[in-house]
């Protein structure tokens, strides 16, 4: 239903398409129909197989007709196993004086009491390797006319799954060759991890081959994919804190912003490097609080990103004295980042730890009514980097600068030279990076929303991160700019105050 | 030669060579009776590839296509005299039990993917008796070294010689150079190319890349020009391999003998060792007497390579002067690094430039892929417009560049000269149409553009120059329509079932 | 002209001025164009397609009812099509009579039941046993007792028993969101449709779906996601489904939904995207393409309108990005997708 051109033909034309199509729909609806008087009287043989295929072959997305080719397949290999087991079990005396002739030839007379003349010196085990080739082969015949099709790739694995002499590398093979034909059919690739996967091919060929791919073609939004999905299982990262080793880091940076400078406009390796560019693998698994207030019967609580269901979370205020349990807490935002418990009861002038999965945060005293707080800022991406890494940055910043030089108006180098910046030291390329968004509201007027809320997070985050080095902190929060939306608002739940700016 | 063949000819072509072969395929290709002879023993004239010894022969008998030649080994003679040397060589003894395996051009070329000799090849179907190799490398010299010039988004990717910003820079002026049309850029109208390259902003290095080997310009080179050949560089890209260039396997002496094929295909008459001796006109006709190994042939038209002339007619031509200085060489060892020899190397063109740009010379290096010579041997083409009689001096100053630094183990060393007459137009007092010599040029523009105007002087315009020649297999039976549809023409499986269905009913 | 060695094919950007009759929603030609969908019993498309005639219904009926024209169609003869496409084995719904029931079918068949109100038509607990059996171990959803895997099938399963009110006490909701994060991919943040799987704007629909339905959006990266989404609107203002790929209607629907479940609508330009999808109207026989000048199809159909209205444009029905059913009918029923705020 994808791609296909309408095309102004003659009414000749039309009369003569309309005559064909009649014919195939004549022949399509008898064909159907036999298969389903087959199939209810369960005559599950070589004819209905032969009936599928014409369909298929023509419309591989009809699945009924493929669960009743595994139907037939299963009753075939089961027939088959059986007389394996015959086979086995029959005693076979003075089975080693026999000579391969008479064996041939006892063999080509059970095929014969099976009525199943054309198979003669077929083994069974054979037979049931021809059974699952036939499968393979019109696989194969569907994903040539239609390389996306679910049903034909899912067949194939089924059948491959059947068999336990699967020819792995055979698979690998095809793989290749169609992705030769379609460098991002993602039905291939998907097929490819799973046949590596059986193959148990080591990833460190996988990348290889990854990496001839984006040789031969950067353009391939799959390989990059593909690669991303190896690396850190190759380079792990021991602090988590970068994706991968910060040596294949390196080169990984290297290689893509040299793709982004061969053609900035290709967009398959933004992302990948974006990635690259940020901070760790893992993502927290719990919530994490980041603001806390609490006053004698009452506390509020602010996490990171959103919980729907605070039960989860085990939140207790820990003193020398006591653990207290805070829980009944109920969502003060649609969000769910804000919460709100109503039924404390706190002992005054002790000093408490607030303690939630695997957090600890000392409480503070607020200086206007002496409730209890805590405030963690956003971090920011400037984790700590070595210095090889800071130096590849730094390289790459200057790139990238004096391609803007050059092509002022690049979509791509202006976001990459502010996302460097940032990666480089977040305070103090703050305002150069937030000059680049405002270039880039122009020159990619279609994320023109995206680029302000961008601007908007990195001035909150730098805001609040500041925040408890001025002097009214925690009282009063002064927004930083006019706001459309607030990001990390949930943060400001220990302030008394917060002053909009005009 | 049968001499029991006819004595009345629509069109006699003399010699052999590419531009000759291109008429004689033409007109024969029209329906026109054709005779193609060649005083040669062999065909292509002056196009021809030779075997090491046959090579070696006409370099001692200078003829009128082809003199001042020389050759040298710098090889040992033979085994007995490499003795001391471990690795065992090549010697002149092996090169020359070897001779078969060579094709030597006297006129090697290369054509642009989609130039005019691959779109008429294609054109006329006689692409089927042809078969290329996809030039490997299009190269300049930067410090000496031979270095590979990006030709793909991939190559300017994976290249190590181009900065990040280079890069970019290379790609956005070959995509402006793309997307040029007429009414672009008028400021540079009038100016150089070189001036334009210069307005882009673009590196030394990058500006070398592009005057050197993709535009193939000079310093004085128009802005028009220079932008034309730019983008035939770049139309003739992502076609077949990874250059814009194409290389006849087994040399450019066998493109000649693709169009002598069709041409006999058609009907044309071929004998070689024969040469035209004399031509007069017929009386109370337009015919032509032509004679020839002492018979006379009648024929309307004749069509002769200048150096076949007999001596009566080639002093209105003027005298044969130095055209082409041309210089062989055999080497065991390939120009460039390991990166650009991959796999025992294949094709390399370098363009190269002398005396600042003043003088220019083309390299073509062969490996054994090219079906040019034994494996292990590379052979290169050296060829530059002549200026004297001395070839060797002529390319002295493209042998000095190429050979200093990092210099090839060479067993073989050649040089010749080709000639041209000064007067190449075909003056209205003669009966007869002259081809024009071997120019020099990358490509077969020059010799296409030669043969179709001597085509149209014959037929006139009305009349296709080659057109599609059909495959044999393509015969139409009259009477059949084929866009009648037919139950028959279903496919089979689907009549079957038809077929079963109207039974079950 | 081949340079395409150097220069990438283009991004299929639509630059060509829209044509007069493509700048307006053709109301009537469309509702014409789906009425008539299928009424010539040898329309050959129709008989080819009827592998997929359930989810063929269920793109009929909604695009009307978006448009307020449900009553064209015979709601008693669908009602009864699809009762008779429940597997009486199984409980699950097949794509029409002689076909095998899967969990594809089984959605759209409740879908279109929600939307007439006929749920006690057939039985529900047959369909709450069909999905439920299709549950494996690790959390994922086969679509039929064949075994294949994917995430889409997952947001079928959950879309399904949340219609039918039906979802706690039957799957194992946990470990099927578990199953659907272990799709999410580091990179960009999107889905696949298996574990390791390329992202891809059809799938990043359903993960994104099923966590609105399961209400765990708070488990996306909403930032890094929102970006990718977004970095597909291309110049002609439609979306494609990955990069550097064509625009199409139905990505446009995928990408659309995605972002409004995600609060991130404004990250896109509505304008051009609503440009594009009009574009894609056939305005001689109605009905929408997924590229300007080609064939139109009653998925795209759907998905045109679809997109339309969650643009907002006047004449049609609110449609829920999570369920892509008119809101309405969600309302009526008391389900409530996760949507986040901006």
């Keep these: 239903m994808h791609g296909r051109v309408k095309v102004r033909t003659t009414e000749e034309e039309r009369e003569r398409k309309k005559k064909e199509q009649v014919l195939k729909m004549r022949a399509y609806r008898a064909a159907m129909t036999r298969i389903q008087i087959k199939r209810s009287s369960g005559e599950l043989d070589d004819e209905l197989l032969n009936l599928t295929v014409q369909i298929l072959l023509r419309n591989p997305d009809v699945s009924t007709l493929w669960n009743i080719r595994r139907e037939c397949v299963l009753a075939k290999t089961a027939q088959l196993q059986q007389a394996m087991q015959a086979q086995e079990k029959a005693p076979a005396p003075k089975a080693s004086e026999q000579t391969e002739k008479e064996e041939e030839e006892k063999e080509q007379e059970q095929a014969k009491e099976e009525g199943d003349g054309d198979k003669k010196s077929a083994t069974y085990s054979e037979q049931l390797q021809t059974v699952y080739a036939t499968e393979l082969d019109l696989t194969e015949q569907c994903l040539m006319v239609n390389p996306k099709s679910y049903n034909s790739w899912h067949h194939r694995c089924w059948t491959l799954e059947q068999n336990p002499e699967a020819n792995w590398q055979r698979e690998l093979q095809l793989c290749n060759k169609y992705l030769k034909f379609d460098e991002r059919n993602f039905h291939t690739w998907d097929y ?38 190896l690396l850190p299982k190759l380079y792990p990262n021991e602090l988590k804190e970068r994706p991968m080793s910060e040596q294949k880091l390196k080169q990984e940076l290297e290689m893509v912003l040299t793709a982004a400078f061969t053609d900035p406009n290709d967009s398959s390796a933004w992302f990948y490097q974006r990635w690259l560019l940020g901070g760790g693998v893992q993502r927290e698994e719990s919530a994490e609080i980041v603001a806390f207030r609490c006053w004698p019967h009452k506390a509020e609580l602010a996490l990171k990103t959103s919980c729907p269901e605070m039960v989860q979370l ?58 209890l707080y805590c405030f963690v800022p956003p971090h920011s991406i400037s984790t700590s980097c070595s210095k090889e890494l800071l130096a590849e940055l730094q390289t790459q910043l200057k790139s990238c600068m004096d391609l803007l030089d050059y092509e002022p108006d690049s979509k791509w180098t202006l976001l990459t030279s502010a996302l460097l910046m940032r990666a480089i030291d977040v305070d103090k390329y703050h305002e150069q990076s937030l000059a680049h ?34 002097k009214h902190f925690p009282l009063v929060f002064e927004m930083p700019g006019k706001m459309k939306r607030t990001p990390y608002v949930q943060y400001l739940i220990v302030a008394d105050a917060i002053i909009e700016c005009d | 030669m049968s001499d029991d063949l006819p004595e009345e000819f629509d069109l006699i072509v003399v010699g052999t060579g590419f531009t000759e072969s291109c008429i ?19 065909y292509g004239d002056a196009w021809s590839s030779f075997n090491l010894e046959a090579f070696n022969c006409l370099l001692e008998q200078p003829n009128f296509t082809l003199r001042n030649g020389s050759y040298i080994w710098h090889g040992p003679e033979s085994k007995e005299e490499n003795e001391e040397m471990e690795i065992v060589s090549w010697t002149r003894e092996t090169l020359l039990e070897k001779s078969r395996r060579f094709s030597l051009d006297l006129s090697p070329r290369v054509a642009y993917s989609d130039g005019e000799l691959v779109k008429l ?93 993709i535009a193939m310009c000079d310093a004085n080179t128009s802005f028009e020009v220079g932008m034309q050949r730019t983008n035939r560089f770049l139309g003739s890209l992502g076609r077949y391999g990874n250059t814009p260039f194409l290389f006849p396997m087994y040399g450019s002496g066998e493109l000649p003998q693709c ?33 020839s190994a002492g018979k006379t042939l009648r024929a309307k038209q004749v069509v002769c390579a200048p150096a076949q002339l007999p001596a009566s007619l080639a002093r209105h031509y003027g005298e044969l002067k130095p055209h082409i200085s041309r210089g062989l060489f055999i080497a065991a060892s390939p120009l460039g690094n390991e990166e650009l020899n991959k796999g025992g190397g294949g094709v390399i063109l370098l363009r190269l430039l002398a005396e600042e740009g003043a003088r220019e010379a083309c390299l073509l290096q062969l490996a054994h892929y090219s079906g040019t010579c034994p494996e292990g041997l590379y052979i290169f083409h050296l060829t530059t417009p002549a200026i004297s009689e001395d070839p060797s001096a002529d390319l002295a100053a493209f042998t000095a560049q190429l050979f200093q630094a990092n210099a090839p183990q060479i067993l073989y060393s050649a040089y010749f000269t080709l000639t041209a007459q000064t007067i190449p137009k075909t003056s209205t007092a003669m009966p007869i149409c002259c081809t024009a010599a071997p120019t020099y040029e990358l490509d077969y523009d020059a010799a296409i553009a030669n043969a179709r105007d001597i085509f149209d002087k014959l037929y006139g315009e009305a009349e296709e120059f080659l057109p599609r020649a059909p495959d044999p297999e393509e015969i139409v039976v009259e009477g059949e329509d084929p866009s009648a549809l037919r139950e028959h023409s279903l496919p089979e499986d689907l009549r079957a079932q038809l077929q079963q269905m109207d039974i079950a009913e | 002209m081949d340079f395409t060695t150097f220069v990438k094919p283009s991004n299929g950007g639509v630059t060509t001025e829209p044509h007069s009759d493509t700048t307006k929603l053709q109301f009537w030609k469309h509702v014409e164009y789906i009425e008539n969908h299928g009424k010539q019993e040898d329309d050959y498309e129709y008989c080819m397609t009827e592998f997929l005639r359930m989810s063929g219904i269920f793109w009929g009926v909604t695009a009307l009812d978006i448009m307020g024209q449900l009553e064209r169609l015979d709601r008693n003869s669908i009602i009864e099509f699809v009762k008779r496409c429940q597997c009486p084995i199984s409980g699950g719904f097949a794509p029409c009579e002689g076909h095998d ?72 909701v946990e470990k099927a969101v578990k199953f659907v994060m272990s799709c999410c991919n580091q990179t960009d943040g999107g889905f696949g449709s298996k574990p390791g799987a390329e992202s891809h704007a059809g799938l990043i629909y359903c993960c994104v779906g099923f966590l609105s339905l399961t209400q765990r959006l708070h488990l996306l990266d909403v930032d890094k996601l929102g970006w990718w989404l977004c970095e597909r609107q291309l ?69 045109g309108i679809g997109g339309l209205s969650l643009l907002g444009h006047s004449g049609l029905k609110a449609i829920n990005p999570t369920l892509c059913m008119p809101q309405y009918i969600i309302d009526r029923l008391e389900i409530k997708p996760q949507v986040l705020s901006q």
């Design chain 2, 121 to 213: 090849l294609i054109k006329s179907n006689i692409c089927r008796y042809a078969e290329f190799r996809a030039v490997d490398h299009v190269c300049i010299l930067s410090n000496d070294e031979l270095v590979s010039v990006p030709c793909s988004r991939s190559d300017v990717f994976n290249t190590k010689m181009l900065t990040m910003v280079e890069k970019r820079m290379l790609m956005k002026f070959l995509t402006a150079c793309n997307d040029y049309k007429e009414e672009d850029e008028l400021s540079f109208r009038g100016r150089t190319f070189l001036e334009y390259l210069q307005a882009q902003r673009v590196t030394d290095k990058i500006g070398t890349c592009v005057m050197q080997a």
């Design chain 1, 192 to 229: 490819r991890r799973y046949v590596s996967a059986k193959a148990a091919v080591p990833a460190e060929q996988e990348l290889d081959f990854c990496t001839e791919k984006i040789k031969v073609n950067f353009s391939n939004y799959s390989s990059w994919h593909h690669r991303s999905l």
């Design chain 2, 24 to 42: 004689a395929a033409a007109a024969s290709r029209i329906g026109k009776t054709v005779l193609h002879i060649d005083a040669n023993e062999y």
């Design chain 3, 101 to 172: 029931p899967h969990l594809l079918y089984t959605l759209s068949a409740v879908q279109v039941l929600c939307t007439y109100e006929a749920l006690d038509t057939i039985d529900c607990d047959a369909v709450v046993r069909f999905v439920v059996g299709l549950q494996q171990p690790d959390g994922s959803f086969f679509g039929d007792k064949w075994g294949e895997v994917d995430t889409r099938f997952s947001f079928c399963a959950v879309a399904t028993l949340t219609l039918l009110k039906r979802m706690e006490q039957s799957i194992d």
């Design chain 3, 235 to 303: 110049p002609s203002g439609g979306l494609n489904g990955r990069p550097e790929k064509l625009p199409d209607v139905c990505y446009s629907w995928w990408v659309l939904s995605s972002l409004t479940i995600m609060g991130r609508l404004h990250w896109i330009s509505s304008e051009k995207l609503q440009q594009f999808i009009l574009s894609c109207q056939d305005t001689e026989t109605g009905g929408f393409s997924d590229r300007t000048g080609n064939m139109p199809d009653i998925f795209h159909t759907l998905f």
């Design chain 1, 314 to 371: 085990k939140i207790h205020l820990i003193s020398a004295q006591n653990s207290l349990e805070l829980d009944n807490w109920l969502p003060m935002d649609a969000n769910k980042t804000q919460w709100e418990c109503g039924s404390i009861d706190l002992h005054a002038n002790s000093n408490y730890i607030l303690e939630s999965d695997g957090q600890r945060l000392p409480l503070s005293v607020h200086p206007k009514d002496e409730s």
């Design chain 2, 259 to 291: 169009f002598c094929r069709l041409c006999a295909v058609f009907g044309g008459v071929y004998c070689l060792k024969r040469s035209l001796d004399g031509i007069t006109q017929a009386e109370q006709s337009n015919e032509l007497l032509v004679s």
């Design chain 1, 437 to 470: 968004l405002i270039k880039l509201e122009q020159v990619d007027a279609l994320r023109q929303g995206y680029y302000q809320d961008l601007a908007q997070r990195w001035n909150m985050e730098i805001a609040l991160a500041k925040w408890p080095e001025t």
